[in-house]
């Protein structure tokens, strides 16, 4: 069984950083990678970063590249999202999320924490 907890949302003023932290549980050595998502009200989710469990290879959706930062802590089975320069249109939900492969999607989520940028 597969647990993914979020952590480190709030309330952070335009430019400012914040930093996101996702706990994990169960069988963590199976994980291929984990993601960082999104949704914002009335959008669609999308992906804000990911990183690969074992070799740390990182991909970043153009809107955050050069200000988001994911990494992963494998002792502490934690993934995290460093936020710098914020801005008011990263407000959103953030949804950590696993999978055991590059040919699945991603099918274990956390609960989410509420990002809101105020400008």
């Known amino acids: 069984q597969v647990q993914l907890v979020e952590s480190g949302g709030g309330l952070v003023q335009t430019g400012g950083s914040l930093r996101l932290s996702c706990a994990a549980s169960?069988?963590?050595?199976?994980?291929?990678?984990l993601g960082w998502f999104r949704q914002a009200p009335g959008k669609e989710r999308e992906i804000v970063a990911s990183?690969?469990?074992?070799?740390?290879?990182?991909n970043y959706a153009d809107s955050v590249k050069g200000r988001f930062t994911i990494s992963r802590d494998n002792a502490a089975n934690t993934v995290y999202l460093e936020m710098n320069s914020v801005k008011t249109e990263d407000t959103a939900v953030y949804y950590c999320?696993?999978?055991?492969?590059?040919?699945?999607?991603?099918?274990?989520w956390g609960q989410g924490t509420q990002v809101t940028v105020s400008s």
């Open positions: 169960g069988r963590t050595s199976s994980y291929y990678s």
């Open positions: 990183i690969t469990w074992s070799g740390g290879y990182t």
């Open positions: 999320a696993a999978r055991h492969s590059s040919l699945e999607s991603y099918g274990y």
